[in-house]
């Protein structure tokens, strides 16, 4: 085999194993129960560096750029559509959950990067995983940047209920 072939049969043995692993990942991320995709949960709370969220505005400009990348919005799945319809907390909480799913399946996918310095030369595995991470990560911090958003919007939300109950008791 020459050398040429060698390189294209590993081109297509790491693109097909990682098709299987991103698959994996999704069926898992679809299948598990939404309470593994908890935002109280260690992986999802807020870094210091992140500084309040502002670190993907202020420095990634993600809110520039974030709407020309395309979403996974799957057959019964969650849509951002109707934020500026129903504006509830219960709406919030579970669009915020979403952002940890698709946080969580991001991330497991960029893990495959194990298994290219695994099986490749280190030159070969450097050019897939910064591949890999050009198609992954941008997606994760999109959503770190958007559950940050949220929780302002719940807390919002929830002062705003406060509010009305106060001044309904004090009217009742």
Not at 1 to 10: H, N
Not at 17 to 27: A, P, Q, Y
Not at 150 to 158: P, W
Request: aromatic content about 12%.
């Amino acid at each position: 085999m020459s050398g040429e072939d060698t390189f294209i049969a590993s081109m297509i043995v790491n693109i097909l194993l990682g098709g299987v692993w991103h698959l994996i990942s999704f069926v898992i991320c679809v299948s598990v129960d939404t309470s593994f995709f908890d935002p109280g949960k260690k992986m999802y709370l807020p870094h210091k560096w992140e500084r309040n969220g502002r670190i993907y505005s202020d420095v990634l400009k993600i809110n520039k750029w974030k709407d020309n990348l395309p979403q996974h919005i799957g057959k019964d799945g969650f849509s951002k559509e109707h934020l500026d319809d129903v504006v509830s907390v219960e709406y919030i909480d579970k669009f915020i959950m979403e952002t940890c799913r698709a946080e969580w399946n991001h991330t497991t996918n960029c893990l495959y990067t194990l298994v290219l310095f695994a099986l490749n030369d280190f030159f070969t595995a450097m050019v897939l995983t910064l591949i890999l991470l050009l198609v992954n990560l941008p997606f994760a911090l999109i959503q770190r940047y958007n559950r940050f958003r949220l929780q302002k919007l719940r807390k919002a939300i929830l002062r705003k209920e406060n509010k009305a109950r106060r001044l309904d008791h004090k009217t009742a």
